[in-house]
């Protein structure tokens, strides 16, 4: 799509998302950060969505294009002139239809360059939380440094309506300065004593010496709830969780009820999904995407995790991030030498951590290097055995889902279990 084309459709489509907005006047909860939005935006989806009407970003749709579209609850027509047509047709007529709006709208905000949340100005948040902002995030290859993506994404607030409320993360001293104005809320969550929503006595579930899930104990005040998650692994996945909680007791709803509701809250594929792999083996499907703040935390999570078999480590490159790329791939080396009993690399940049751990002669002794996500596969057949964990990880563009595909039990209901399996995907080769 020409690059006028694209301005003049996203103009009309936020004029028709203002439009509705006014009309319907939804609660409106955005996310932002550099760790963990998507995560956050569904699990407060998912607590919002037992009582009350409410809508999600989907998928990608959190960019200046993405956010109308959610809000008008129409899909991407991606390069279809016609689709784009019929999407603001029915956006133009919308605020006209007797079909029940909902009652919240949870956007995911993303930022891939400076002057982005200010092309999304026009939203009026109720709620803003903000996730994590580690020293290295994705997407700082456009930005001078990683203080500057910081800022850009923390812009957001701007758009807190005058009684809104700003929730952070409590274990994040980068947001410990973030103040409201008068009239707004400040509220907190993480696992430091003074968060306002604190989690505690995480801990890896078992059955039959394999791991199937997570617990944690939430607490706010003096109430307190034991969440457990399943299928899943991963400290990290406590903090999406505790921020629904969160936007849960600014709305004064019922703290304990919620918590319990949680446990049925399911992770979107690619974050830390516990699948069965072949041969007796489990895989730890992390494959959405990758930064080096998640790599250091999915190698935590497999630190923690008891194995009777291999714990093998494969990692595709982590893309975008500039001039910060050799540094951070060699510092992930680091840390597989010590945790790893097999690393496989995929990528040209990776193959910088794979030299580094084949130097260090620690713990990972077996040490595999591939161009492409496609040319491990074979190899990774092979090694696999019963009781290995095989921990798949990788930017987006690395396309590593397709390993977990062709090492999983039941690769026919790859379509429900991993990222990418849409048509869109499945063309690009």
């Not at 006028?4 to 006014?22: D, P, S």
């Not at 969440?227 to 969780?241: A, S, T």
């Not at 041969?279 to 080096?292: E, L, M, Q, R």
Request: net charge neutral; aromatic share 6%; with cysteine.
């Amino acid at each position: 799509m020409k690059e006028t084309i694209k301005k003049g459709i996203v103009a009309i489509l936020i004029w028709e998302a203002k439009r509705v907005v006014r009309k319907f006047k939804p609660k409106i909860i955005t996310v932002t950060g550099s760790v963990g939005k998507t995560g956050t935006k569904d699990a407060v989806y998912t607590i919002l969505s037992q009582t009350e009407h409410a809508r999600k970003s989907e998928k990608s749709f959190n960019s200046e294009i993405g956010v109308p579209l959610t809000v008008l609850g129409l899909p991407n027509a991606w390069s279809s002139m016609m689709g784009w047509i019929e999407n603001i047709g029915e956006g133009f007529i919308l605020p006209w239809r007797h079909n029940a709006y909902p009652d919240w709208l949870v956007l995911e905000i993303g930022v891939d360059r400076p002057g982005d949340i200010q092309r999304l100005s026009w939203l009026n948040s109720d709620v803003v939380i903000f996730t994590q902002f580690p020293d290295v995030p994705v997407h700082v290859e456009y930005f001078a440094s990683p203080e500057d993506v910081r800022k850009e994404k923390c812009k957001l607030k701007d758009t807190l309506k005058p009684e809104g409320t700003l929730i952070i993360n409590a274990d994040d001293s980068k947001m410990s300065s973030e103040e409201v104005r008068e009239g707004q809320h400040r509220l907190s969550y993480g696992f430091s004593e003074h968060a306002t929503v604190r989690g505690y006595d995480y801990m890896i579930m078992y059955e039959e010496g394999k791991p199937v899930g997570i617990s944690f104990t939430a607490q706010f005040q003096e109430k307190k709830a034991q969440v457990n998650l399943d299928g899943v692994l991963g400290r990290h996945h406590v903090y999406p969780l505790l921020a629904a909680l969160t936007v849960i007791i600014s709305e004064g709803k019922a703290f304990e009820k919620s918590a319990l509701d949680l446990s049925n809250h399911i992770l979107a594929p690619g974050r830390m999904r516990l699948l069965q792999g072949m041969k007796g083996s489990t895989i730890v499907d992390d494959t959405y995407n990758s930064s080096p703040v998640a790599v250091r935390a999915g190698l935590e999570a497999l630190t923690t995790l008891q194995v009777k078999g291999k714990k093998i480590v494969v990692l595709g490159d982590m893309l975008e991030l500039g001039d910060f790329s050799v540094q951070e791939h060699k510092m992930i080396g680091e840390l597989v030498a010590t945790e790893a009993d097999v690393f496989v690399a995929v990528g040209v940049r990776m193959l910088g951590a794979a030299e580094l751990v084949q130097a260090t002669k620690a713990r990972c002794t077996s040490v595999m290097a591939f161009k492409t996500s496609e040319e491990a596969i074979k190899t990774l057949q092979e090694i696999i055995a019963e009781d290995d964990v095989v921990f798949v990880k990788g930017s987006q563009g690395m396309r590593m889902e397709r390993i977990v595909e062709n090492i999983m039990l039941e690769s026919p209901s790859a379509i429900n279990l991993l990222v990418r399996q849409d048509s869109h995907w499945k063309n690009i080769k």
